[in-house]
C-alpha cells in the first residue's frame, strides 16, 4: 500500500506545531507543581541533606499562627478583590463599547496600566503614598484631610495593595470582556427592544446571559492570579505590617529564601494550590449550565 506523504504531513503538522507550547507548558507548568508536592514531603537535616518527613510539614504548618494568618490574608484579599476586578471590568466593558474616535483613544488610555510592568507601577505607587512625601497626602491635604498612613498601616496596607492591583488588572479583563460584547449580535437588542425590553432587563436578560463564557474566563483566570499575588507585597510591605498583607506566596517566599525551609514552602505551594481548586470547583459548579438560558428560549430565532 503507497503511503501518502501529504496526508500524513497535514496530520502530523498541528501537533508539530503545539509541541514546542505542550513542551514549555510542562517545563514551566506541571513540573514545578509536581516539584513541590514532592518537595513538601521532605525537610533539610543537619549538613543540608534533604530527608522524608511524610506529613510533618503540614502538621507543622496547621499548628503556626503566621501560615494560618497568612491563608485569611489570602483569602480575605482574593474575596474582596475579584468580585471587585470583574465588576469594575464589566463596568468598563460597557461604557467603552462604542466605535467612536473619543472611546477607542480613552480605551487606549484606560489600558496603560496594564502595559506597565508591575514592578515599576509599584515602585511609582510606593513613592506617591510616602506618608510624609507622598503626592496623595499632598492633594488629601488640599482637601483638609489628614495625611494618611497608607502601606505603614495594618487597617490600610492590605486595602491599598488591592487598589494597586485593581488599578493594574481591571483593564486587562476589560478587554476580554470589550471582545465578547462586540461579538454579540446587534439584531438580538433590537428583538429586545421590540419586546419591550429596558436597559436594565437589557442587561440582566441580554447582554450579561450573552457574556457568559468571557466573564467565567475572566472570573476564574482573576481568580488564580489573585490568590497567588506577590510582587506588591514584596515590594512595597514585605508581608507587613504586623503580618497585614503576609499572603501565602509571600509565607512560601519567606520560608525559602529567608529561612531556607524548602520543605515548609514546597508545603505552603500544595496547601495553595489546594485552596485553588477549590474555589475553581466551587466557581464551576455554580456557573455550570443547569438549564438552557431564557436568551435562548425567547430570541432563539435571531440570528
Known amino acids: 500500500m503507497r503511503i501518502n506523504r501529504e496526508k500524513i504531513k497535514k496530520q502530523l503538522t498541528p501537533y508539530a506545531l503545539l509541541s514546542l507550547s505542550f513542551i514549555l507548558i510542562v517545563l514551566f ?4 507543581i509536581l516539584y513541590a508536592l514532592w518537595g513538601s514531603f521532605f525537610k ?7 530527608q522524608f518527613a511524610g506529613f510533618e510539614n503540614f502538621t507543622m504548618l496547621f499548628k503556626d499562627p503566621d501560615f494560618l494568618n497568612s491563608v485569611w490574608m489570602t483569602l480575605k484579599f482574593s474575596i474582596i478583590i475579584t468580585p471587585l476586578q470583574v465588576v469594575l471590568a464589566v463596568g468598563l466593558a460597557l461604557l467603552l463599547n462604542r466605535n467612536h ?33 507622598g503626592i496623595i497626602n499632598s492633594i488629601l491635604n488640599v482637601f483638609a484631610i489628614p495625611s ?15 487598589v494597586i492591583c485593581c ?14 460584547l462586540q461579538n454579540i449580535n446587534e439584531r438580538i437588542y433590537e428583538a429586545g427592544r421590540i419586546d419591550g425590553t429596558n436597559a436594565v432587563t437589557e442587561l440582566f436578560l441580554l447582554t450579561l446571559p450573552l457574556l457568559k ?9 482573576d481568580s488564580m492570579i489573585n490568590l497567588f499575588m506577590f510582587v506588591p507585597v514584596y515590594l512595597l510591605t514585605s508581608g507587613g505590617p504586623q503580618g497585614s498583607t503576609n499572603v501565602l506566596m509571600y509565607e ?15 508545603a ?4 495553595l494550590m489546594f485552596i485553588t481548586f477549590i474555589i475553581i470547583g466551587i466557581q464551576f459548579w455554580f456557573l455550570r449550565d443547569k438549564d438552557e438560558p431564557r436568551t435562548n428560549k425567547r430570541f432563539r430565532g435571531v440570528s
Open 101 to 133: 474616535v473619543l472611546v477607542r483613544a480613552t480605551r487606549t488610555i484606560v489600558y496603560i496600566p496594564v502595559a506597565v510592568n508591575m514592578v515599576v507601577a509599584s515602585t511609582i505607587w510606593n513613592l506617591m503614598l510616602n506618608p510624609s512625601s
Open 252 to 266: 512560601a517566599y519567606r520560608s525559602a529564601f529567608k529561612f531556607s525551609n524548602y520543605g515548609r514552602s514546597y
Open 167 to 180: 488599578w493594574k488588572g481591571v483593564a486587562y479583563w476589560m478587554m476580554f470582556l470589550l471582545a465578547g
Open 44 to 50: 533539610r537535616v543537619a549538613g543540608g541533606v534533604m
Open 213 to 221: 463564557n468571557p466573564l467565567i474566563f475572566v472570573l476564574i483566570s
Open 268 to 271: 505552603i505551594i500544595t496547601v
Open 29 to 32: 507548568k506541571v513540573y514545578p
Open 148 to 162: 494618611q498612613p497608607f502601606l505603614t498601616s495594618p487597617d490600610q496596607a492590605m486595602y491599598v495593595v488591592m
